[in-house]
């Protein structure tokens, strides 16, 4: 059961340029959050909106939410060869108690 | 220093072989999670637990089994029914805070099979 997917699935820029990866989901949700993946690691968590928020800055992150379209997007500003990694959106799985469900993730790739 | 670790690394299996993952944190957390990444995919939820001694299901749950006899533990064991097990998985835990808390996760365990 997946209830988020990313968009777009790669993402190749140079270094200074922003990135921008959009995630969706099907059902209703209290929170979305986002995590990053270096290859062969594990997940360290980004930033986490709350569904009553619109807009969420954390450092050169920012992320917004549209409850009414079940979209968020997550912005890297002015990005780094050490941004490069995956990025995967998560969102409650209602079913499984405080589980998350993952989409299938971003993949950033930042030269310099 | 606080944190969630895995073990082994990397794991190889032959073919008919139960092999079991480890998973510890030492962040007093009372839930645990185990997923399973494959190449280009997302996560996808193995087993849970929301407290010692109680465990249940997840998405893709067979083929593996999972205890939670210490709060700090929750090793995950792949059977020979699971048919193919290739695959990197990882461990997380999370805090009581409700839902609205991350996950911290492990380093990951690589499991081959030969």
């Known amino acids: 059961s997946q209830q988020g997917e990313e968009d777009p699935q790669a993402l190749s820029i140079q270094e200074g340029e922003n990135a921008t990866m959009n995630c969706s989901y099907k059902t209703s949700i209290n929170n979305l959050q986002w995590y990053r993946q270096n290859s062969g690691r594990g997940l360290v968590h980004l930033i986490l909106i709350r569904s009553n928020e619109r807009e969420k800055h954390s450092g050169r992150l920012r992320v917004t939410l549209d409850t009414s379209k079940k979209s968020s997007s997550l912005l890297i500003t002015a990005s780094r060869a050490a941004d490069t990694a995956s990025y995967f959106c998560?969102?409650?799985?209602?079913?499984?108690?405080?589980?998350?469900?993952f989409g299938k993730g971003t993949t950033l790739s930042v030269s310099s | 220093d606080g944190g969630i670790t895995q073990s082994p690394k990397y794991l190889f299996r032959k073919e008919g072989q139960n092999v079991t993952l480890s998973c510890e944190q030492n962040?007093?957390?009372?839930?645990m999670y185990w997923y399973r990444q494959d190449p280009g995919q997302g996560l996808r939820l193995i087993y849970y637990?929301?407290?010692?001694?109680?465990?249940q299901k997840g998405d893709i749950a067979e083929g593996y089994s999972v205890s939670r006899e210490k709060k700090e533990s929750f090793p995950l064991t792949v059977t020979s029914a699971q048919k193919n097990p290739t695959a990197f998985y990882l461990c997380?835990?999370?805090?009581?805070?409700?839902?609205?808390?991350?996950?911290?996760f492990g380093p990951g365990t690589r499991l081959t099979v030969l």
């Open positions: 962040l007093n957390h009372d839930a």
């Open positions: 997380a835990s999370k805090g009581t805070s409700g839902a609205l808390s991350e996950q911290f």
């Open positions: 637990s929301q407290i010692v001694n109680d465990f």
């Open positions: 998560a969102t409650p799985a209602h079913q499984a108690g405080t589980a998350l469900i």
